[in-house]
């Protein structure tokens, strides 16, 4: 019975050096997995301490099927002079213990060669693949709600065919991760930041669209209601009904101002709305009063190409709006599209009772294909854009224009060496030609170009 006890007891011991060891070493594996970085070097000390407890269960195993097989041998002997049933039970009890034992053995032989062949890697030291998900990469959970995809709560496809929704930013927002986090670092509910020029930063940069947030956007103070219709086309707004902070003047009679100083200088007289923007499009200006000679097209002349057709289109210029208010008055609906160049180009354009669309270059227009009559653009396509870009954006136009639309580029100019490169863009689309004009710049010696066109889209496709 003494022996009997024993052999118990050394296999209870052999099972608690088993369980701690695999304890103590998932714990260790687990602590470093936790406090440390998840690429840290396979030869862990965790990983060490785990294999070399395998080492010193095997020597045990070892030395107890020794130990086992010597009381089976007294065992056998005893049984030759006595027997004992008691004794042949116990007999048979060591042989299923031995045999358990020797399984265990036969386990570890296998894992030593197949160490010899491969490295042993613990499971949860392994070197985890990098998230590919964009809300792993921002710190502000804002961002990181924001950007994650948002699951239908049925589960099953939505009116538009989609499982969920997926909200986007733009890919440059990556590159400008501590700006963003600053613009998306805000009090749920509360009144967001007046932080409009850090906004349009982003978007300027690529980081456009913006995503959507959760405060209440700022408003004037003092906001009284708008003038009539019939006024507020050619009157400056109050200046109650704006947000002055980040612009250099403070009222729209400084923005009216001929002076220079005002904090931007594309179209810098478009709010002289009596003197400077009244006459466009509708009284001829003369780039050179001797010769008669002009790159400005009258809205009339335009219109009169395709009677009762144009209806809708877009402006994609730096303005107030002017164009927008003078194709009204031919019942025609432009859509402005402007940003803020260091004035308040939206405000101003609303306040007129025209549509803005605060857009920048770098996003895809937001009309459907072969929806407008008419895109123009003025003071905004100059010879500062790369050749490849100019390529997307009248690609782009090309898309939402439809069959029979007119395209009208108006005063676009550029160095006379970098003429040839630009016409060629325009000669791609194989629109048909109305008007085609190129002129000199009077004040800068003819070193620049003017250059204005009408262009009317084909059907296609062409075969």
């Known amino acids: 019975m003494r022996r009997y006890m024993c052999v118990v007891g050394i296999l209870a011991l052999v099972v608690s050096i088993a369980t701690?060891?695999?304890?103590?070493?998932?714990?260790?594996?687990?602590?470093?997995?936790?406090?440390?970085?998840?690429?840290?070097?396979?030869?862990?000390?965790?990983?060490?301490?785990?294999?070399?407890?395998?080492?010193?269960?095997?020597?045990?195993?070892?030395?107890?099927?020794?130990?086992i097989q010597?009381?089976?041998?007294?065992?056998?002997?005893?049984?030759?002079?006595?027997?004992?049933?008691?004794?042949?039970?116990y007999g048979k009890f060591l042989a299923d213990i031995l045999g358990l034992v020797e399984e265990i053995q036969a386990?570890?032989?296998?894992?030593?060669?197949?160490?010899?062949?491969?490295?042993?890697?613990?499971?949860?030291?392994?070197?985890?693949?990098?998230?590919?998900?964009?809300?792993?990469?921002?710190?502000?959970?804002?961002?990181?709600?924001?950007?994650?995809?948002?699951?239908?709560?049925?589960?099953?496809?939505?009116?538009?065919?989609?499982?969920?929704?997926?909200?986007?930013?733009?890919?440059a927002c990556f590159a400008m991760k501590k700006d963003l986090e600053e613009y998306m670092?805000?009090?749920?509910?509360?009144?967001?930041?007046?932080?409009?020029?850090?906004?349009?930063?982003?978007?300027?940069?690529?980081c456009d669209p913006?995503?959507?947030?959760?405060?209440?956007?700022?408003?004037?103070?003092?906001?009284?209601?708008?003038?009539?219709?019939?006024?507020?086309?050619?009157?400056?707004?109050?200046?109650r009904n704006l947000r002055w902070g980040g612009y250099k003047c403070k009222n729209f009679t400084c923005l009216a101002r001929n002076s220079t100083n005002k904090g931007f200088f594309k179209c810098r007289d478009c709010f002289n709305l009596t003197h400077h923007e009244s006459p466009r499009w509708v009284v001829p200006v003369y780039q050179d009063p001797n010769s008669n000679l002009t790159s400005d097209f009258l809205i009339s002349e335009v219109l009169d190409l395709k009677p009762g057709e144009v209806r809708i289109g877009l402006d994609f210029s730096a303005g107030t709006g002017t164009f927008a208010a003078r194709m009204r008055e031919h019942n025609v609906t432009i859509v402005t599209a402007s940003i803020n160049f260091g004035a308040p180009f939206n405000e101003m354009i609303s306040l007129r009772g025209l549509v803005p669309l605060y857009l920048t270059i770098n996003q895809r227009l937001p009309f459907f294909d072969n929806t407008l009559d008419l895109?123009?653009?003025?003071?905004?396509?100059?010879?500062?854009?790369?050749?490849?870009?100019?390529?997307?954006?009248?690609?782009d136009w090309d898309r939402v224009l439809r069959p029979g639309g007119l395209l009208w580029i108006d005063d676009f100019f550029c160095s006379k060496e970098d003429l040839d490169d630009y016409l060629e863009a325009f000669k791609m689309l194989r629109y048909k030609n109305h008007k085609w004009v190129v002129m000199p710049k009077i004040d800068k010696d003819e070193r620049e170009v003017f250059f204005s066109a009408v262009l009317e889209k084909p059907p296609r496709p062409f075969r």
């Open 375 to 395: 895109i123009h653009t003025t003071r905004f396509l100059d010879g500062w854009i790369d050749y490849v870009l100019l390529d997307f954006v009248l690609f």
């Open 70 to 89: 010597q009381e089976i041998t007294v065992i056998r002997e005893l049984s030759k002079n006595s027997s004992s049933p008691s004794s042949l039970r």
């Open 185 to 206: 670092d805000y009090d749920i509910g509360d009144i967001c930041k007046d932080d409009w020029k850090l906004a349009q930063r982003l978007m300027v940069h690529g």
């Open 20 to 67: 701690m060891s695999n304890f103590y070493s998932l714990r260790s594996s687990l602590i470093s997995d936790t406090f440390c970085n998840h690429n840290y070097p396979r030869d862990l000390s965790s990983l060490t301490s785990h294999m070399r407890n395998g080492s010193e269960l095997k020597l045990t195993m070892d030395t107890l099927t020794q130990k």
């Open 210 to 239: 913006l995503p959507r947030r959760r405060c209440f956007s700022r408003a004037p103070q003092l906001y009284t209601k708008p003038f009539p219709i019939n006024e507020s086309m050619w009157k400056l707004p109050d200046d």
């Open 107 to 171: 386990s570890f032989e296998g894992a030593d060669q197949n160490e010899s062949k491969t490295e042993f890697i613990h499971p949860l030291v392994k070197q985890r693949e990098h998230s590919d998900e964009p809300s792993d990469y921002f710190l502000i959970e804002e961002i990181r709600k924001y950007v994650r995809i948002k699951p239908n709560r049925l589960g099953k496809q939505n009116f538009m065919g989609a499982n969920g929704t997926f909200t986007s930013i733009g890919h």
